[in-house]
């Protein structure tokens, strides 16, 4: 079965660039979520999607930008990188059933290496 | 906020042992779900709760959701070496939390 694609896995960059992430999400998902994970830390939130319009916003820096694409795709768009935004970055999608109930599958995450 | 308490931090266990975790929440969540994780992968789903007072299992592992809605348990009966991981829960409201992760250690 198609699962929730991420690209790159792993992306270096130095202090002050910017980096951008992509996601495709499972066919007919229609929500996708990004979530950072530093070491050792559990996931956080950082911003979801539904139907191409954000939905919620986390604890998303304001130097951090995102989008959903009219093909469901999401990119996360980030500049003036600092060296604490070395983490994992996992996308996840969802479809929105009626029962409201939100199953999410992740990706195998992006690493981003901040030097 | 909708934090969520997890316990116990990590776990050192023998083989064959049982080995039981939780999540707690002064907030009502209307799911849950516990997440696997391994070392540089995405987290896997192993179960999905969905009403309050639901028990459901997938193989070894059985979860509840708690009858108050602000808590959860998972059990792993009989463990195995590839048990090894982090083991999260998540709450989900208007959007998804989780806890911070219970490392789980298998000795063979």
């Known amino acids: 079965a198609a699962g929730v694609i991420q690209s790159p896995r792993h992306l270096i960059k130095e202090k002050r660039e910017t980096a951008t992430l992509k996601c495709y999400p499972i066919?007919?998902?229609?929500?996708v979520y990004w979530y950072q994970q530093g070491p050792g830390q559990d996931p956080q939130f950082l911003i979801s999607?539904?139907?191409?319009?954000?939905?919620d916003k986390g604890s998303i820096p304001d130097r951090f930008s995102a989008q959903q694409f009219s093909d469901y795709h999401s990119e996360l768009n980030m500049s003036s990188l600092e060296l604490g935004d070395s983490a994992l970055y996992f996308c996840?999608?969802?479809?929105?059933?009626?029962?409201?109930?939100?199953?999410?599958?992740f990706g195998a995450g992006s690493r981003l290496t901040v030097l | 906020g909708q934090q969520l308490n997890q316990s116990p931090q990590s776990m050192f266990i023998q083989e064959g042992e049982d080995v039981s975790m939780n999540c707690t929440s002064s907030?009502?969540?209307?799911?849950w779900l516990w997440y696997k994780q391994e070392p540089g992968e995405g987290p896997v789903l192993l179960i999905a709760l969905y009403k309050a007072g639901e028990l459901t299992s997938n193989g070894r592992l059985t979860a509840q959701f708690g009858i108050t809605r602000k808590d959860s348990f998972l059990n792993i009966s009989a463990s195995i070496p590839s048990d090894v991981g982090i083991y999260f829960c998540a709450g989900h409201w208007n959007n998804m939390r989780f806890g911070a992760g219970t490392r789980l250690t298998v000795k063979p």
């Open positions: 066919p007919r998902h229609d929500t």
């Open positions: 999607f539904y139907e191409k319009m954000q939905s």
């Open positions: 907030s009502i969540f209307n799911t």
């Open positions: 996840a999608s969802s479809s929105r059933p009626s029962s409201g109930a939100n199953v999410l599958t």
